[in-house]
């Protein structure tokens, strides 16, 4: 799994995954990286009873402090870099930091818990990051994605897909449908200059 960083790679892109506490961004990273991903977890102890929301992820043991790491090529000369970032309100203060130099993010959201993804939203569209949302599935959903566009107030422009985080096929394409906005944004933008 340690795959050598090829020496034809000329391009590198960094990618931030971002979203609430316990939807799936370290699962995501680890699914997808052609690397043993570097993590940040911790063992979560009593410190965080009463501020970590732990309802509806009962079985959580362990949290991102700092964020995650990990690689996936996508041909001979370029590479995305995957920054999982924290998704406790106390380290939400990371975030401004991970998203210097980056291409695009994903907002992964639990649909269980819509009001845990406006933050990350707001933060992106405060910075002008193009991003897309994705669902991650924690078993049969209950809305549609057009009920989910319209609870989280997400532009149509904006793409949703589902995904569920722990296999590699459907985190892979939720980067697929990340690139593929970055180059519809990026050749619109060319069509009008």
């Known amino acids: 799994m340690d795959a050598p960083l090829a020496n034809t790679v000329t391009d590198a892109h960094k990618i931030v995954i971002v979203g609430g506490f316990g939807v799936g961004k370290t699962t995501l990273v680890r699914a997808v990286s052609e690397i ?15 501020i970590d929301d732990t309802g509806i992820v009962r079985d959580k043991t362990t949290t991102t402090v700092a964020f995650d790491f990990g ?20 380290f939400w203060f990371l975030w401004d930091r991970l998203f210097s130099g980056t291409l695009g993010a994903i907002v992964l ?3 269980r818990r819509v009001a845990d993804s ?8 405060h910075h002008g ?3 897309i949302v ?7 959903p209950e809305h549609t994605l ?7 107030s997400l532009a149509d422009e904006i793409p949703l897909v589902e995904c569920d985080a722990r296999v590699r096929a459907s985190s892979k394409s939720v980067l697929i449908a990340l690139v593929d906005h970055l180059y519809a944004l990026s050749t619109a933008r060319e069509h009008s200059s």
């Open 134 to 140: 994705a669902r991650n599935n924690f078993g049969e």
């Open 129 to 131: 990051m193009p991003f």
């Open 109 to 111: 959201v639990d649909a």
């Open 146 to 152: 057009g009920e989910l566009r319209g609870a989280l």
């Open 71 to 90: 690689r996936i090529t996508l041909d001979e000369r370029t590479v995305l870099y995957l920054f999982g970032a924290p998704g406790q309100e106390r």
């Open 36 to 50: 043993r991903p570097l993590s940040t977890e911790e063992t979560m102890t009593d410190a965080g009873v009463g």
């Open 118 to 125: 406006w933050y990350a939203i707001d933060r992106l569209e």
